[in-house]
C-alpha cells in the first residue's frame, strides 16, 4: 500500500520560508509522478506542484510559481516543496501525492489515500 508521510510545516511570518518533506513506502517511487497539493479552510484541494519520476520538467500554479520549487529525490524515495516569500494566502495544509501519470495527478485521482498533511500557517 501507498504510504506518504508529510513533514516540515510551521507557523512562518510572511515573506518567510519553509521546506516541506514527504516520505513515500509501499510504491515503486520511480513509477510515479509526485506532487504537492494544499487545502485551506473553505477551499477545494489544490494541486501545487508536480514533478515526474525523471525529474525532467516541473509544473507549478500560477499563484505559487516563482516563489515555490519542488524536487525529488528518488533514492531516498522523498519529495521536497522548498517555499519561499510566503504570503497568508498560502496558510493551507499541505498533502504530497503519487499518481501513474500528470493527467491522473491535475485530477486529483492519486494511488493510496491522502495521509494527515502538514500544517503551514502564514502571519502577517
Known amino acids: 500500500q501507498v504510504q506518504l508521510v508529510e513533514s516540515g510545516g510551521g507557523l512562518v511570518q510572511a515573506g518567510g520560508s519553509l521546506r516541506l518533506s514527504c516520505a513515500a513506502s509501499?510504491?515503486?517511487?520511480?513509477?510515479?509522478?509526485m506532487g504537492w497539493f494544499r487545502q485551506a479552510p473553505g477551499k477545494e484541494r489544490e494541486l501545487v506542484a508536480g514533478i515526474p519520476w525523471s525529474g525532467d520538467y516541473t509544473y507549478y500554479a500560477d499563484s505559487v510559481k516563482g516563489r515555490f520549487t519542488i524536487s525529488r529525490d528518488n533514492a531516498k524515495n522523498a519529495v521536497y516543496l522548498d517555499m519561499n516569500s510566503l504570503k497568508t494566502e498560502d496558510t493551507a495544509v499541505y498533502y504530497c501525492?503519487?499518481?501513474?501519470?500528470?493527467?491522473?495527478?491535475?485530477?486529483?485521482?492519486?494511488?493510496?489515500?491522502w495521509g494527515q498533511g502538514t500544517q503551514v500557517l502564514v502571519s502577517s
Open positions: 509501499g510504491l515503486s517511487f520511480s513509477s510515479y509522478i
Open positions: 501525492a503519487a499518481a501513474k501519470n500528470s493527467n491522473l495527478l491535475r485530477l486529483g485521482v492519486i494511488s493510496g489515500n
